[in-house]
């Protein structure tokens, strides 16, 4: 039976749980003399060093704040700190008031890496090659906890080999290395780890790091190198640390996008993965998140559906459903037309007052209703032309009003966001989309949730993809299209192998003049990302690194007007309307100040850390 380390990782910690080297403490690394004396107890305290990787299954804030940040998703839960990063209140103590911790808890899973790196050897039942690949494991995390941190504050504190700790008085006198000298640093260890991994995992460990996920890792960080935030941006300019060595790069370096397209090309070459595709997109997209392990995986962890599913099933469902976070009216406008009703995207821009500029020649229309059989659930309803006619990840993607649900023998015949509806708000109901749609991504139609209870253990479980074969090939063609020697054929091939998965025809079919613009073909790759990759916690990152988020993640957000007490087609339910906040009737909008392309580094690390310099306007 395949089972994930990291569906292991909470068992194995909870009945060890009596040993002290599984606690963990504060600010002490595991010092036990006993921990490295036998297999498995070097092997728990490897799986101690995977489980620092944070939960980002929970699209509604309690874990993971990356989505409700982004412009793909509103979320109704709005007393949690995601809220902070919308309204631009966070401030260099929310970490600390919070207890979100993302810098403290990256610093932790390092010192347990470094701890682990430095004492591994020491076990006498373990042969010199476990040792290495075991090594090489933990050297992987360490560099992917560095990444996290780098893609939320940028440069950071580089602690090389050397297990932290911040009561030394040399360490506290540090301060931030430039961040070339981090990326180098970084890139190098996923390349020393990648080195010593296997190919594949047995059965039996899938989740634990492979030689893949390591040059994924580098590739991701690469390209994230040689995206405007980071590349000779000017906003940056002339900040330096306290040794006085510039903190960010001071001009624009092309030969970086070089660097992430070999990068990426490494992946490739191992030959060890690839899209799902049997020529049923509807069937291949899905199985790509609803299957526990396939080739598209490169590295994931398989944990329960609950978190998930609770927050994104309508609550008209019954049961365990609370359905409160939303996909915004821009991702549903971002999915294409099908290839049979030409393929172009829809919406191209907004004016002014919200309203979508219309790409003529798409043939979409937002009058008027027709009879539609929808291809995942089957029924076939008098459906509003703006779902028409979509390509295939729209409709595996959006769940939107009237739609009949399926979970398993569980059958709800009709889904009603509108005021009083079944899922929709009441006066005394705070748990329904904001915007009257609702993720249908990573959705079982075969398990009923209603019936599931609340013990997590019934909900069946999905591999959350941290990092997979489509976003490899999307980091590819972008690399290749702004390299230096612009590989146009290149880059369009590998846009165009997620593409064709996805049902869709080749990009430059469609549209022509991205063969020889670039501009152009970035556009079109950036617009795929956000569909392709929609709510697998890369828009909040992308938008951030491409230097568009005060455009894409600020002022007013749309949907359908949830206000409205029925869905009659001449009603007023299927408006573009301003979301509202806090569940009220007042339209909201979002705050995105520069600042807040990366995060402070908290009061806590800056009391602690005497002369560590703080970002940008914080």
């Not at 101690?48 to 939960?55: A, D, G």
């Not at 929970?58 to 839960?77: I, K, L, M, R």
């Not at 393929?343 to 004016?351: K, V």
């Amino acid at each position: 039976m395949k089972k994930s380390l990291f569906a292991a990782v909470f068992a194995v910690l909870s009945a060890a749980g009596c040993n002290s080297y599984l606690d963990r403490q504060p600010d002490e690394p595991y010092t036990s003399k006993n921990v490295f004396e036998s297999y498995n107890s070097t092997f728990r305290y490897l799986v101690n060093v995977y489980s620092w990787i944070t939960n980002e299954t929970d699209p509604s804030g309690q874990a993971n704040h990356y989505t409700p940040s982004s412009d793909e998703c509103v979320c109704v839960f709005t007393g949690r700190p995601f809220a902070q990063w919308n309204n631009s209140t966070w401030s260099v103590s929310t970490e600390d008031q919070t207890g979100l911790s993302y810098y403290t808890t990256y610093y932790k899973g390092i010192r347990e890496a470094s701890y682990f790196i430095a004492n591994v050897g020491r076990c006498p039942e373990l042969s010199p090659a476990e040792a290495l690949e075991w090594a090489a494991e933990a050297r992987f995390l360490r560099a992917y906890y560095y990444f996290c941190l780098m893609r939320l504050y940028g440069p950071v504190v580089l602690l090389g080999e050397g297990v932290a700790d911040f009561n030394d008085l040399a360490l506290r006198e540090r301060d931030r290395n430039p961040w070339d000298e981090c990326v180098d640093w970084v890139a190098e260890e996923c390349r020393k780890a990648a080195a010593d991994l296997p190919l594949t995992q047995p059965d039996s460990y899938l989740g634990r790091a492979t030689k893949g996920v390591a040059l994924a890792l580098r590739a991701r960080l690469l390209l994230y190198a040689a995206r405007p935030l980071f590349n000779g941006n000017p906003m940056y300019r002339n900040m330096t640390n306290a040794e006085g060595k510039y903190l960010f790069p001071q001009s624009y370096d092309a030969s970086k996008w070089t660097k992430a397209a070999e990068a990426a090309r490494d992946v490739l070459d191992l030959r060890q993965y690839e899209l799902i595709e049997t020529g049923n997109p509807y069937v291949d997209w899905r199985a790509v998140f609803t299957q526990k392990w396939n080739r598209e995986l490169i590295f994931g962890y398989q944990k329960t559906s609950y978190n998930w599913r609770v927050a994104t099933i309508p609550l008209g469902v019954g049961g365990r459903a609370y359905g409160g976070v939303a996909i915004t009216q821009k991702l549903v406008d971002a999915f294409a037309m099908d290839t049979e009703h030409g393929g172009r995207y829809p919406i191209t821009g907004y004016q002014a007052d919200g309203s979508p500029v219309i790409d003529p020649q798409s043939g979409y229309d937002e009058s008027g209703f027709t009879s539609f059989t929808h291809p995942i659930l089957g029924s076939t309803k008098s459906t509003y032309n703006m779902y028409l006619n979509r390509e295939p990840r729209f409709y595996m993607s959006v769940f939107y009003e009237g739609l009949n649900w399926i979970g398993g023998s569980n059958t709800v015949s009709s889904i009603q966001f509108y005021y009083g509806g079944n899922s929709g708000q009441t006066s005394s109901n705070f748990n329904y989309p904001l915007t009257g749609y609702l993720p249908f991504k990573f959705q079982d139609t075969g398990f009923d949730s209603k019936n599931a209870g609340s013990a997590q253990a019934n909900w069946t479980a999905i591999t959350w993809p941290l990092f997979r074969y489509a976003e490899v090939l999307l980091n590819y063609a972008e690399a290749l299209n702004r390299q230096p020697e612009r590989d146009a054929t290149a880059a369009l091939a590998a846009i165009n192998a997620v593409r064709k998965r996805a049902g869709v025809a080749d990009i430059e079919t469609i549209y022509p003049e991205v063969e020889a613009d670039a501009d152009a073909l970035e556009a079109m790759i950036r617009r795929e990302r956000m569909i392709e990759l929609n709510f697998e916690n890369h828009r909040f990152f992308d938008t951030r690194m491409w230097l568009i988020a005060e455009q894409e993640n600020a002022g007013a957000f749309y949907g359908m007007n949830i206000q409205a007490t029925d869905d009659r087609p001449d009603g007023d339910f299927w408006h573009r309307t301003v979301v509202a906040a806090d569940g009220g009737n007042t339209p909201s909008t979002r705050i995105f100040n520069k600042r807040n392309y990366l995060l402070p580094i908290p009061q806590s690390e800056i009391d602690r850390l005497y002369n560590v310099t703080q970002n940008y306007q914080w």
